[in-house]
């Protein structure tokens, strides 16, 4: 009987095992480790920001800040580093590696005793009921990640086993996915390729980042921030980025379209959709002036997401108030919940890795002893 089971060869558990070094298992369903891993910041792993904190994360920031406050950002670059592992800042704030293989390679060469093609089935006490038999172990730990890309063997099974251990959660939804839209904004359907910066407002939360059109409805990095936090009801987009429409139209001779700093067809799609000609400014009705000031403030509800398939982490997950520090589970003292099965989800940009590595660090301040 090893000491720690750890149920999915997934990020925090890889990472958990590279710590404890010996005297544990994991179990994983697939035939590799680190399936997203491998696929994540298109090839490169984005694994974490110069800029950490709660306000990142769809959570409870308290407990956050507490599990950042003994492994944070600065935590995982030192242990990148001391391991020779090399990252860089590719995009403003956001490290990179080469190629994820340089990670997953770290951890085939640290992390020595998996049992693959290991599919978790049930928790009975201190028995892990599998596909390949019964394992034992003192201590479990639930690394098994959300259940959004299923062609990697992502599954909810983490949250029917909390339930199962009388663990409340927050069902697992889509999230840092693109938006379909209603008939009212078929439109933007026309527009399938473009791209450009917007500012995108969802509840309190504000997203400076680029918007592209797509033939599903509407994606790129301010919405699939926005999937974060959007539930039901209206987000609201300023096309123009804090830039008041009429700064731009100062020349009452010239075309609307060829005085707005956007692609032209998205302006002829966007005058189309508010019934406005394209024609000269000095000919604009008052009424067309104000349909024109949408362009700033483009209210609509969303019809849904793109779904699990495409969708890069799950929001929901067991209720934080129900694991102490070291992740451990206050309902079941020997279980610990690791990643994304906890209902804490972070914003694009790495922030999703360091909190996988972040949860596996404290945890592993409980199972060192
Ligand atoms: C396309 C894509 C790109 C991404 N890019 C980034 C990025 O650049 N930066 C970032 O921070 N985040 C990124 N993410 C999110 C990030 O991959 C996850 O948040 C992170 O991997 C979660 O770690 P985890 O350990 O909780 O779960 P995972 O890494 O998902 O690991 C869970 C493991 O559990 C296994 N498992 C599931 N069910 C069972 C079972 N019943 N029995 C045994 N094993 C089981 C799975 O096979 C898997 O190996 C991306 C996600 C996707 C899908």
């Not at 009987?1 to 095992?17: D, E, N, Q």
């Not at 450009?196 to 797509?214: E, M």
């Not at 206050?330 to 994304?340: H, R, S």
């Amino acid at each position: 009987m090893k000491k720690t089971v750890i149920i999915g060869g997934g990020a925090s558990g890889l990472f958990l095992a590279t710590l404890l070094k010996k005297d544990y298992i994991i179990l994983e369903k697939t035939s590799e480790i680190g399936r997203k891993i491998k696929i994540s910041g298109g090839g490169k792993c984005n694994i974490t920001n110069k800029n950490l904190s709660p306000d990142n994360y769809r959570g409870d920031k308290n407990f956050i800040k507490k599990i950042f406050n003994r492994f944070d950002n600065k935590d995982l670059l030192r242990f990148l580093d001391e391991n020779h592992l090399k990252v860089k800042e590719l995009k403003p704030n956001q490290y990179f590696f080469n190629s994820s293989e340089e990670l997953l390679s770290f951890f085939r060469q640290k992390v020595k005793h998996i049992s693959f093609n290991t599919e978790v089935k049930d928790i009975q006490g201190n028995k892990i009921i599998t596909n390949k038999g019964v394992f034992e172990a003192k201590n479990i730990v639930i690394a098994t990640g959300g259940a959004s890309f299923k062609k990697l063997g992502a599954s909810d099974i983490g949250l029917r086993l909390g339930e199962k251990l009388g663990h409340s959660f927050e069902e697992f939804k889509p999230a840092l996915v693109g938006l379909t839209v209603q008939p009212s904004e078929y439109w933007f359907k026309n527009l399938s390729g473009i791209s450009f910066k917007a500012d995108v407002y969802v509840g309190l939360k504000k997203y400076s980042q680029n918007i592209l059109f797509s033939h599903k409805g509407i994606t790129g990095p301010a919405i699939l921030n926005t999937s974060l936090w959007w539930e039901r009801g209206k987000i609201k987009i300023d096309f123009l980025a804090g830039k008041n429409v009429f700064f731009y139209l100062k020349n009452p001779d010239k075309q609307i379209s060829t005085q707005l700093p956007l692609p032209k067809r998205f302006v002829k799609e966007f005058l189309k959709a508010q019934q406005i000609e394209d024609k000269k400014v000095k000919f604009l009705s008052n009424q067309e002036r104000n349909r024109l000031k949408n362009i700033n403030s483009y209210e609509f509800a969303p019809a849904g997401t793109f779904g699990f398939e495409r969708a890069e982490v799950s929001k929901g997950g067991i209720n934080t108030d129900e694991v102490d520090f070291f992740m451990r589970s206050k309902k079941v003292g020997n279980v610990f919940f690791l990643g994304e099965v906890l209902n804490v989800t972070g914003e694009l940009g790495g922030y999703n890795f360091q909190w996988a590595f972040s949860s596996a660090f404290n945890a592993f301040g409980f199972l060192r002893r």
